[in-house]
């Protein structure tokens, strides 16, 4: 039976013992019944010769129930097996069911690690931001406080002068320091929302929003963050947002997050090359929007960010998009910024690429699809 081991007390042992006992008890019986019973005879050798020459059916009645006793015990054989394998299935299930439940937890521990590693990318970036923040709003603080001091004397002077057309005359220019003042208020309030948006935590909702404003914001941090923060910087820095492209539904935190994070390695980049070519290299950085129509209901916003920076190697383009894969010395990028840009803008059933030549070039383009909202439908009672 193969590698199968019968074993005492088990069915297959059972069934066999069964059909032995039969197969010699029932035969001993049959011919002690037709020797003494019906052809009263002595019960000997001779006598039972005698009985099969008589009455053939008792070959029949010997050697029948041995094969029944054969065929009880190849069945509880089977039935031994059959047990043993649904003991194997048990175990099997209960291991894969351990198995799964350790799955799930190291899944959800991979989650909850990814959350911490999103939320320290978000701080390390906010981090290098924060100089770029403070210079943008040294600017619009210093008019502020200038036109505010340069308010307060020329208040004192109107309150001396007695002449009308000197009153009129310092009035306007008194007027014109508060519309500066103004200005400059919102511009640094501006500033400040973008920052908090960017900053923003928690679940973030999508809303109908302006990608060419999103461009604008996350520009505007790029680039005074990357001025601010390295001595010297020097960039071209081109805008070309085609205008009255559609709203679209969007986590307005998130593409900004990605648009900000190109633009930062862009700029990274043209840097790089700067310090190796000096003055020999003009570093050029474009972002750009675009409209495309794809059919008649289908259109797509295509968002490109192109440097003329030290490129991607062709050797690792192809890595560029994996989880803690970075090009930057120890210590200047985690590896994360390009994986979680790519996961943001799969999230919004869009596409990302990257085209690159060492030396040359670096573009990454954006492609979100225009999602128009559904109308509200208005029920007018009748």
Avoid at 181 to 208: C, P, W
Avoid at 295 to 324: A, H
Wanted: hydrophobic share 40%; charged share 20%; aromatic share 8%.
């Amino acid at each position: 039976m193969g590698r199968f081991k019968i074993k005492c007390g088990t069915s297959t042992c059972k069934y066999a013992l069964f059909g032995i006992i039969f197969g010699i008890c029932f035969p001993v019986v049959a011919i002690t019944f037709d020797v003494v019973i019906h052809l009263s005879l002595v019960l000997d050798w001779s006598a039972v010769i005698l009985v099969h020459k008589l009455n053939p059916i008792h070959y029949i009645i010997d050697t029948a129930p041995l094969f029944l006793g054969i065929a009880f015990g190849v069945a509880g054989y089977f039935q031994e097996r059959a047990r043993n394998l649904n003991k194997s299935l048990l175990k099997q299930t209960n291991t894969l069911e351990y198995a799964n439940a350790n799955l799930k937890k190291a899944l959800n521990d991979f989650h909850e690690a990814r959350d911490l590693l999103v939320k320290s990318e978000k701080l390390a970036s906010l981090g290098q931001l924060t100089a770029g923040i403070a210079h943008e709003l040294k600017n619009p603080l210093n008019f502020i406080t200038n036109f505010s001091e340069s308010g307060i004397e020329i208040t004192e002077e109107l309150q001396s002068t007695e002449n009308a057309e000197e009153k009129n005359e310092v009035a306007g220019i008194l007027k014109g320091n508060f519309k500066i003042i103004n200005e400059h208020g919102k511009r640094a309030n501006n500033i400040l929302q973008s920052m908090m948006t960017f900053a923003r935590s928690g679940n973030v909702e999508k809303r109908l929003s302006d990608i060419n404003l999103v461009c604008k914001d996350a520009a505007d941090i790029a680039y005074h963050g990357m001025s601010s923060t390295i001595i010297g910087f020097k960039c071209d820095f081109h805008k070309d947002l085609e205008p009255n492209i559609p709203k679209i539904i969007i986590m307005y935190e998130d593409i900004s997050r990605v648009i900000l994070n190109l633009l930062t390695n862009a700029f990274y980049a043209v840097n790089e090359r700067r310090q190796k070519e000096n003055d020999s290299y003009h570093p050029v950085v474009t972002l750009s929007t675009k409209l495309e129509k794809l059919t008649i209901s289908k259109q797509n916003i295509l968002i490109t960010v192109t440097d003329n920076g030290t490129g991607i190697p062709e050797t690792i383009i192809e890595k560029i998009f994996n989880p803690f894969f970075t090009t930057k010395p120890s210590g200047e990028g985690t590896g994360l910024g390009l994986s979680i840009s790519h996961d943001i803008i799969m999230v919004h059933d869009g596409e990302m690429k990257v085209a690159s030549e060492s030396n040359s070039f670096t573009e990454f383009q954006i492609f979100l699809p225009v999602n128009v909202p559904e109308p509200e439908i208005e029920f007018v009672n009748s």
